[in-house]
């Protein structure tokens, strides 16, 4: 199958209100650019200097959402880049974040990530600490928050990863339900290409899908 027949199924597989970011990592920017012809609209990217030289060619045809771990010294870049953060967690990287997008201007979306539990995964604010994330990062002005990503576990069988998706949208609700001022939670980005059916059915309207899409990467 190729890159355009992936993402054709995709979109057409997708329900309407489930947006696809198409997670392209070491992806070149021929094939960013067949997905794009394709009808993706949305690039995730982990790597800024990566992300850097695929947004130099490619610009603002498409919005670039930030899925990676993002170090304090690559925030002046992520800011002039990335239309969404989607992985801020903590208060200190997020007024990192802030006090660039005051610099130039600019505001800021960002998604809280979440660690839902699976042992391997080190980054994400636990379960249990996003509320208070939440309300401290709603206070600059400068960045909007938007909702929760979470990676779930990293292995295994789909089904292995519904609790953690189901436990990330039940956060997700409890936050929604506290009406921080200032905040909009929105999207809940969970599910990549061996978990987005089960991450749908719990509630994600964000999926970030690379191999699907693009074929197995070379590590
Ligand atoms: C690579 C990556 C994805 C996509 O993974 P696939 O299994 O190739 O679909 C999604 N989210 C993040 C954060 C990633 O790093």
Same mark, same amino acid.
């Given at each position: 199958m190729s890159i355009e027949q992936n993402v054709h199924e995709l979109l057409h597989e997708l329900p309407p209100d489930v947006q696809l970011v +198409?997670? +392209? &990592?070491?992806? $070149?920017i021929p094939q960013v650019l067949q997905a794009i012809d394709a009808g993706v609209k949305i690039i995730g990217e982990n790597y800024i200097q990566e992300a850097e030289e695929k947004y130099k060619v490619i610009g603002n045809r498409v919005k670039w959402h930030f899925i990676g771990h993002l170090q304090s010294n690559k925030v002046k870049k992520a800011v002039a880049i990335? *239309?969404?953060? %989607?992985?801020? *967690?903590s208060v200190e990287i997020a007024s990192a974040i802030a006090k660039r997008c005051a610099e130039v201007g600019k505001i800021m979306p960002v998604l809280i990530e979440v660690n839902? $539990? +699976? %042992?391997?995964? &080190?980054? $994400?604010?636990l379960t249990e600490n996003a509320a208070y994330v939440i309300s401290a990062v709603s206070r600059f002005p400068s960045i909007k928050v938007m909702g929760l990503m979470t990676m779930g576990p990293?292995? $295994?069988?789909? %089904? %292995?990863a519904r609790p953690y998706f189901a436990k990330t949208r039940e956060v997700f609700e409890n936050i929604k339900g506290l009406n921080i001022d200032g905040i909009e939670m929105k999207y809940l980005s969970m599910g990549m290409t061996n978990t987005y059916k089960v991450a749908i059915e719990e509630g994600a309207n964000i999926v970030r899908i690379g191999s699907k899409i693009f074929g197995p990467r070379k590590s």
């Open positions: +198409a997670a +392209a &990592k070491s992806m $070149g990335f *239309d969404m953060i %989607e992985t801020v *967690d839902s $539990g +699976a %042992e391997e995964q &080190k980054c $994400g604010v990293l292995t $295994g069988e789909q %089904e %292995e």
